[in-house]
């Protein structure tokens, strides 16, 4: 949804039929350097974009693929790519993105693999060092006035119950990467009508407020 309106706002359309032509006519290129599911590329190609996907997990790029075989025509797949991201993005690659858009990992929330190289299986400062270089090397593709566009929720330690603060994080590698942020958003979740029940009981227990939505960060790379 988030992903819909942004894009339908930048063209200035608010006709899916219409904003389709338009990107057929441009065929703007998105990188998802955290890829995850499907949903993601599929819609981007769906809109008329061009879609490339980094996932860590060759099972999760399976699903992908056939989904988007099952969704959309055989001539317009996104392209999902399996491997580290932080290595797949030291290779050269035939052109620069328009756009970057993409949902990491919220450090340790939730364990995806066992694999060593998977951000989630990280200690914080490792992860910090490693989600860094992807963000970095992610800019590194994109063109001059690009956007890069994350969508981040914070998440607590689990010992100490303070908040680890991924959207400073988030932040500040965008910053170390040369961009800077251009619009903020807030993206309500699904539980927000069973946050007042859920409110009192979290209180009492922990004194922790329940958190109803995620944080949508708009970054633009600077022409100059």
Known sequence: MVFFF??????????????????????RQILDPFAGGSVRGIVANFLGFNYTGLELRPEQVESNRQQGLDILPITNQPQWYEGDSD?????????????????????????YSDRPDDLSTLNDADFTLKYESIIKKSCDKLKKDGFAIFVVGDVRD?????????????????????????????????????????ADKQFTAGKKLVKVHQNVLIFKKPSL
């Not at 339908?8 to 389709?20: K, P, T």
């Not at 290595?87 to 364990?111: A, G, H, Q, R």
């Not at 994080?169 to 927000?192: R, V």
């Open 6 to 27: 942004f894009f339908q706002a930048e063209d200035g359309i608010r006709d899916l039929v219409r904003s389709r032509g338009l990107g057929d006519m441009y065929k």
């Open 87 to 111: 290595m797949l993005l030291n290779d050269k690659w035939n052109f620069d993105f328009d756009i970057i858009f993409s949902c990491p990992p919220y450090m340790d929330l939730e364990v």
């Open 158 to 198: 689990k010992k100490t119950g303070y908040y680890k603060d991924l959207i400073t994080i988030t932040k500040m590698a965008f910053y170390k990467a040369g961009l800077k942020l251009y619009n903020e958003a807030i993206l309500l979740e699904n539980g927000l009508n069973t946050a007042a029940m859920r």
